[in-house]
């Protein structure tokens, strides 16, 4: 079986579909750079495209018995572009390089696959699942450290993560990514930790894709879950990140600086995060984002436990949410709480079980415009300084949000409620629009046809 990677490839929009639109909501120009061309964004149309993978080399891993014992040995020995397929196993072995101490330091454009078996003879597909691929650093350094070169990273558990900040950086206690592009896709990270900021992932310029992975139980001081600084250029797609805790402030996921890219935030579940002070689901300070068809649930924080937009004078927020699922939990607090300097610009958002929707504390410099947007269950829906339009109000009905089931019910009253905005997909992938318009939040409800039987003659 050849091995293929499939890669998500925007394509142009039609001519007329929704253009003026997405320039409105500050959508990027069409224009097919080689950033774009790979960008899953969720509000182009796309399309699944196939290209082979042809690796200069394979090299093989496992704990006994194979060319290479240990990750590191495997990927020092790699040529870029060789592809790495390591089997079940628990690997904990630190290394020391450049003042970073982890089980696998990487500044080579390889991919490494977890998922194997040596029983099979590390045949294809691999299967993270049954053969579980685990990188341990038990506590005594980082598990994954990334320079300068943009590795692929897939089927592994990386677990085990710490990085104090005395004599160090102390940002990234999963994995620290510096000037890099890779692609962190399909692993669980769990059960890592920083002193300073990034528990799960730490992301420092570059150009990172974090797709489709369980970022879980990760901690820090700042930022339990991922930190993105320094005009990052990342895309966080796909992935459930849920119950990391900060000490101060961003329990999942935190942006901040410099305004010179729009990450992309999308068909994330972000999920019992807590932010302590500020952001429960996510803060974003001083830069851009774009997110789109997200779940941000049961987040805690004292201001936003949703989410926190900050701005300064020199380095504002500007943010658009489109399509995304903004419920409270049992602390209720903001879906969003907004300070000065920010542009925030929502459309076919829902709220429910939050004290307060939208606030705007800063009016003098920060502008909140809400377009199409249900309330269900929200003691203020928004404060002053918020401008709103095209409200409705009635149940959610979530299909089973206490298992962190957020998907429309039966009857839910965000169904159709929404109006066109080029993205073309939900949370799931499923088609956007069906029915005559797009449902309100991050779920689009699928419609079932019933088509008349027609019987031919022979
Ligand atoms: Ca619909
Ligand atoms: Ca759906």
């Avoid at 459930?240 to 900060?246: C, D, F, H, P």
């Avoid at 607090?333 to 920010?342: H, P, S």
């Avoid at 206490?402 to 998907?407: A, L, Q, R, V």
Wanted: net charge negative.
């Amino acid at each position: 079986m050849s091995r293929i990677r499939t890669i998500t490839i925007s394509t142009t929009l039609a001519l007329g579909l929704g253009i003026a639109l997405l320039w409105a909501l500050g959508a990027q120009s069409q224009t097919a750079t080689a950033a774009q061309a790979v960008e899953p964004s969720s509000a182009l149309a796309r399309t699944r495209v196939e290209i082979p993978r042809a690796p200069t080399a394979e090299l093989h891993v496992c704990p006994a018995g194979c060319p290479y014992a240990s990750v590191q040995a495997a990927v020092d020995a790699a040529a870029p572009g060789s592809v790495l397929k390591v089997a079940a196993g628990t690997y904990t072995d630190l290394h020391t390089r450049d003042g970073f101490t982890q089980v696998v330091y990487i500044s080579k454009t390889v991919t490494l696959q977890g998922g194997y078996t040596t029983a099979n003879g590390f045949a294809d597909p691999p299967d993270p699942d049954a053969n579980p691929t685990i990188l341990d650093a038990q506590g005594k350094g980082r598990v994954i450290v990334i320079l300068d070169a943009g590795p692929a990273i897939e089927g592994f558990t990386i677990t085990g993560g710490y990085v104090e900040k005395p004599g160090g950086v102390g940002s990234g206690g999963g994995i620290y990514i510096h000037s890099a592009s890779p692609t962190i896709r399909d692993n669980w990270i769990v059960d890592n930790s920083a002193d300073g900021d990034g528990g799960a992932i730490f992301v420092n310029r570059g150009s990172a894709q974090i797709l489709e992975n369980r970022i879980v139980g990760n901690t820090a001081t700042w930022a339990g879950g991922l930190r993105i600084i320094n005009d990052a250029d990342v895309q966080i797609v796909g992935n459930l990140i849920e119950g990391n805790v900060a000490q101060n402030t961003g329990g999942g996921i935190d942006l901040e600086c410099c305004g010179g890219t729009t990450p992309l935030i999308a068909r994330n579940v972000i999920l019992n995060n807590d932010g302590s002070a500020r952001g429960g689901g996510i803060i974003v300070n001083a830069t851009y984002a774009r997110l789109v068809n997200n779940v941000l649930a049961g987040n805690r924080a004292t201001d936003g436990a949703g989410l926190f937009l900050e701005g300064s004078a020199g380095y504002p927020v500007s943010v658009t949410l489109i399509h995304n699922t903004l419920a409270g939990g049992p602390s209720g607090g903001e879906a969003l709480w907004v300070g000065a300097y920010v542009t925030a610009t929502l459309v076919n958002n829902v709220v429910s079980s939050h004290t307060v929707g939208f606030t705007n504390t800063t009016p003098a410099s920060a502008i909140v415009t809400a377009d199409y947007t249900l309330f269900d269950t929200t003691g203020v829906p928004y404060g002053s300084g918020v401008s709103s339009a095209h409200e409705f109000s009635g149940n959610l009905a979530f299909v089973n949000p206490s298992e962190g089931d957020y998907h429309l019910g039966h009857g839910s009253a965000a169904i159709d409620q929404g109006t066109q905005t080029g993205v073309t997909d939900d949370l799931d992938g499923d088609p956007r629009p069906t029915g005559p318009l797009p449902d309100l939040g991050a779920d689009e409800v699928p419609r079932y046809v019933f088509l008349p039987l027609v019987l031919r003659g022979p």
